[in-house]
Structure formats: C-alpha cells, structure tokens
C-alpha cells in the first residue's frame, strides 16, 4: 500500500481479555517499529525490527506484550491479559534502514481501550 | 523513558505570528527529527537535522541544532490556522538504537 496501515483502529476490550493489534508496513521497508503513546505524551518505544527479527524488544513493558513479523512484512503486536493501564494509542512506522538515521514513516494507530 | 524535553509544552499564536519550539536532549546524538501529528492522527516526519549541521531550513519551517547545549529548534513563520498540531522532536543516537520522542509542544494557532 501507498503508506503503513494499522487495524484495528479502535479496539475496546475488557480487563484481562488478549489482544492483538496489526501492522502493515509500506512495502520494501526492512525496519519496523512499534510506540505505544499515550494521551498527552511522546510515543514510546516499544520494540522494533529488522527483517523478521526483534532487533531491539527493550521496551516492552512486560512479558504479557509480545510481537512478531514471521515473514518480514507484515507485524502482530499481541497482548495478554490486558489491564487498565494498557488503554493508549499503539503506532506502528516503518523505514527503509534500520537505525536512528532516516525518517520514520507512522500509520494512524490503533487505540486500546480496557475496561 | 523520553530523550527530548519540549518547551513550551503548549503554545498559542495569532495567524501570521511565528512559533518558536525548543527540545533539549541528554545524550549524544546522531541525529535530531521534528515530526508533527494532528489530533487523533499519526505522525508525520517534517525535518531532519544531522549533529555536523547547524541549521537547516524546509519552506516555512527552520531547525537550528546547537549540540554543545544539546538543544534545539524548530521556528515555524508565518504560522497558518492548519499549523495546529503537536510537534515532537526525536533524537538519534549511533548505532541501531530507534529514535526517542519528546512529550512534545501543542500549537495552536488562532485565525
């Protein structure tokens, strides 16, 4: 597609339920990289890859958030038993190199809401 | 944990003023990014300033780098209503870190 695409765009759960949240990069880019952002404040980062490995998953907050990208493309941010505290808008971006050079290209996000 | 600090955290103008943004960072860095991102939007990439850079300018937006302060800035002039946003800066470090955002400025900008 023309730019990176996330779905779901709205998610609203109850607490402890698993979730699963999905990012499609724009195509031909190797580097993808999850934020979580919450209201008021900067994205964080979360994890990010490289091809289809996690390069980097030191922010992830705990292990009830996991995330994969089997065949280098396409990624699942899943998360288990949700809690409160986990309601914020999770953007998935994308770029061709890995690294900190380059610009980041960001989808819409998708908004977690737990109940 | 967030590298950039923005100041002012919020910011209102007239239409036609200019907006000034200040992030400051810790570390070193390799790279420093101003993004902006409307309301319930994503982020959008606006400029991209190296550390051997000084200053750089983008149309109506204009980005200084002073790394002996660690600081930096993002001028916008001219300011329209559609400027309205927030405004993130995001630092680059060496190697294959990701970038780090600031909490971020909002701006809005009265017609």
């Known amino acids: 597609g023309a730019g990176v695409s996330q779905t779901p765009s709205n998610k609203v759960t109850e607490k402890g339920k698993y979730v699963e949240l999905r990012c499609d990069p724009i195509s031909g880019h190797t580097a993808l990289y999850w934020y979580r952002q919450s209201l008021g404040q900067g994205p964080e980062f979360l994890i990010y890859f490289q091809g289809t490995g996690a390069a980097d998953d030191s922010g992830l907050p705990n292990d009830r958030f996991f995330a994969v990208r089997p065949e280098g493309s396409v990624s699942t941010l899943k998360i288990q038993r949700t809690e409160r505290g986990d309601s914020a808008v999770y953007l998935c971006a994308s770029r061709t190199t890995s690294g900190s050079t380059g610009e980041l290209f960001f989808g819409e996000g998708s908004r977690l809401t737990v109940l | 944990s967030q590298q950039g600090e923005e100041d002012p955290q919020a910011l209102s103008i007239q239409e036609g003023e200019n907006a000034t943004m200040n992030c400051s960072y810790k570390t070193s860095i390799n790279n420093l990014q101003w993004y902006r991102q409307n309301s319930g939007r994503g982020l959008v990439h606006l400029i991209l300033?190296?550390?051997?850079?000084r200053e750089k300018h983008s149309g109506r937006l204009r980005v200084t780098l002073d790394t002996s302060k660690k600081s930096s800035s993002l001028l916008i002039t001219a300011s329209r209503a559609a400027d309205t946003a927030s405004y993130f800066c995001?630092?680059?470090?060496?190697?294959?870190?990701?970038?780090?955002f600031g909490k971020g400025t909002r701006l809005s900008v009265i017609a």
């Open positions: 300033i190296r550390s051997n850079e």
């Open positions: 995001a630092t680059g470090t060496s190697g294959n870190t990701p970038l780090v």
